[in-house]
DNA sequence: TTGTAAGCGTTATCAT
DNA sequence: ATGATAACGCTTACAA
């Protein structure tokens, strides 16, 4: 392993010079700092990240937390986050964090030891004893979730999200709009979006049909079924997720109903999946990639962090249609 | 921050003996331990990682290469990864290389100035350059990829799995079966699955109909349809990735043709997308979370790596059946 | 502009 | 069984 005194010894000057040059600092003339990088480049130098980052007490790390590998929604939000920070030189260590966060703690206490730059928390809140893990230190802020107990956020407004969704359904013309929720324990992201389907359904007079799923593929099958079952003749389902989704355009054509001839489908969250149907799923596009690339630009820039919200839309594929005569 | 010495002098002992009591060494009397660990319990102490792992050259990370996030073969091999990893107190640092591996190097590079335990790269063999720039003292292996270069990796015979499936559709009496072949450039993991479905062609006495997508479901759909152009009366599909298995039953579905009735359509890999579809994607499985469990235990074992071949199998679903009449 | 030297928090070696 | 002590490779006052 070639050291920082090796490079100096190379260079003729002290250590102190090549770390200066290296990390690009004021004061050093333009002759030693062209001998310093021919050294480096020569010798094939490397900085010692272990080293840097127990001297300055940080490291160029930036931890992400998801419930799921295999989610697409994290997929997406993890994409963003990988492209921002390794355009500002940082790395990602991940972590699962499993159902009802049952892992975040061992990781963030990790992520402490290894003095991480920042934190960013996909689709869960902060619960207060991740802050006590995670020391004062370090920034987290969360992702694609509405989290209203003031800590750093970046989400969509779910509520207005799901009353666009119950709008966008009802000015095609549905009056009979089943609601494929996800589980009410994730009071979160459910919460506000079921919140903001009853406004609108209650707005147009409409009764509201509402059944809960786990946000799920498997959930998406039954989940119709149970909501067909409280009102056989429903002519729209709004899934908040595209998975559910997906499964219920899916389900819905085994029982031998059109989409969206017979019935509207409409998901949440336009992630690829959505378009891994036939129709392609109409559904609720959150900005995820986006999120996440701000979240660790948030996150490095160093002042409070504060919450944003970023606009949703609905985006019109096949899967839902105006309602049956 | 806590410090060891912060513990040793709590416990009234020397800071290394702190770090024997801590890392578990032998020779620590019954007394002391306990007073030690009791020092630790009060004041929280936790062991920096960045200076273990500078005295000690090693870090408890493991880094883990998957050409993009949101690929749900690359996630369920992390969620082995992952499993393993954090059984036995590693971390995860991710990354994603891109098409061809472009971002590779620089994260090869990050992993070793972090002097993680080792790495893992998944679905893109291990380049000599890879080697050259993570030095020789972390070991690394492929995973879900056939490297006949003799580097360390773990995979199922891709060649045999080219064979089986096709032998599958054989057997059901199919003789027109096509191909949807992945990226002709990505000549490890396709190249043995085309050549084994050659030989059971040819075994067989059919004619080949071989046509390349990239393994999105992006490309499934005009994968379809360029074999159905070479051969409108085909009664078979294999495709060489579930997400074009699920394009290829949209796609089918959406021209009048009904799976498996009409035709019969075989996936690879039994991701979870497979069965998004319906009916389900009949498909060839790897048993991706356990090759991602295997590649950390071997990385771990500190012995020669080495290559290991798990099996495949072909899981029958709804979407293959008997050649129509 | 550059060098000297003192740590950062551990672990490992060598005494005791 | 335990304690001094010297690194590990870097950054950063402070001096020059």
Not at 103 to 120: C, D, I
Not at 250 to 277: A, I, K
Request: proline letters at 6%; charged letters at 20%; one cysteine or more.
């Amino acid at each position: 392993m070639v050291t920082i005194r090796d490079v100096a010894r190379q260079a003729g000057v002290s250590p102190a010079t090549v770390s200066r040059v290296v990390n690009g600092l004021v004061g050093c003339s333009e002759g030693t700092r062209l001998r310093v990088e021919h050294a480096v480049a020569d010798l094939g130098y490397e900085t010692n990240s272990l080293a840097r980052g127990l001297k300055t007490r940080q490291t160029s790390m930036i931890g992400v937390l998801a419930p799921w590998v295999s989610d697409a929604l994290a997929s997406d939000v993890m994409s963003g986050v990988e492209n921002a920070a390794r355009e500002q030189g940082y790395a990602v260590m991940y972590g699962r964090t499993g159902l009802e966060s049952a892992y975040a703690a061992p990781y963030l206490r990790t992520l402490r030891t290894y003095r991480a730059s920042g934190v960013v928390l996909i689709s869960s809140v902060i619960k207060p004893e991740f802050r006590q893990v995670l020391g004062t230190s370090i920034p987290m802020i969360s992702v694609a979730i509405t989290d209203r107990s003031g800590a750093p956020s970046i989400s969509v407004d779910d509520e207005q999200a799901g009353y666009d969704a119950a709008r966008h359904l009802l000015r095609l013309g549905h009056r009979r709009i089943g609601l494929l929720a996800g589980r009410p324990e994730s009071v979160f992201v459910n919460g506000p979006r079921v919140a903001g389907y009853r406004r609108a359904m209650q707005e147009a007079g409409c009764a509201p049909n509402v059944v809960h799923g786990d946000f799920t593929y498997a959930s998406g099958g039954p989940g119709l079924r149970a909501l067909l079952g409280r009102d056989p003749g429903l002519t729209a389902v709004f899934a908040v997720s595209d998975e559910m989704g997906v499964a219920v355009v899916n389900e819905l054509q085994r029982l031998g109903r059109r989409v969206p001839d017979d019935v509207s489908v409409l998901g949440f969250d336009d992630t690829p999946s959505s378009q891994h149907v036939y129709p392609p799923l109409s559904t609720v596009a959150q900005p995820l990639r986006e999120m996440g690339e701000l979240a660790v630009r948030k996150l490095l820039r160093g002042r409070e962090l504060g919450s944003k919200i970023l606009p949703h839309r609905v985006v019109e594929r096949g899967s839902t249609g105006p309602v049956p005569p």
